[in-house]
Nanobody
Framework: QVHLAESGGGVVQAGESLRLSCAAS????????MGWYRQAPGKQRELVAR???????NYKDSVKGRFNISRNRARTAVYLQMNSLKLEDTAVYYC?????????WGQGTQVTVSP
């Protein structure tokens, strides 16, 4: 079983930066991708950024140029650098890992952006 633990969330003012971290543990054999999703109040969970096994990335249009996803060499940690944060970025952010056709999720970390 794979376990994911997020950290780095908090309350910041618009325009500031925040860096989220996710530590992965357990049996990781056929990893397909790692990434970040978020869910704002009253809305569905949406993709923020994703990185495939070979390093290809995909970003939600509204965060392109502001957010950057990265990982360690062992593929046991994934990070999300968030710059120029906006009020619309307020949400619970979830770490995601996919392997063998199965999705694994962290418990989430709250990011709140104030005016």
């Amino acid at each position: 079983q794979v376990h994911l633990a997020e950290s780095g969330g908090g309350v910041v003012q618009a325009g500031e930066s925040l860096r989220l971290s996710c530590a992965a543990s357990g049996r990781i054999i056929r990893l397909t991708s790692m990434g970040w999703y978020r869910q704002a109040p009253g809305k569905q969970r949406e993709l923020v950024a994703r990185m495939t096994y070979d390093g290809n990335t995909n970003y939600k249009d509204s965060v392109k140029g502001r957010f950057n996803i990265s990982r360690n060499r062992a593929r046991t940690a994934v990070y999300l650098q968030m710059n120029s944060l906006k009020l619309e970025d307020t949400a619970v952010y979830y770490c995601n890992l996919q392997q063998l056709g199965t999705d694994f999720w962290g418990q989430g970390t709250q990011v709140t952006v104030s005016p």
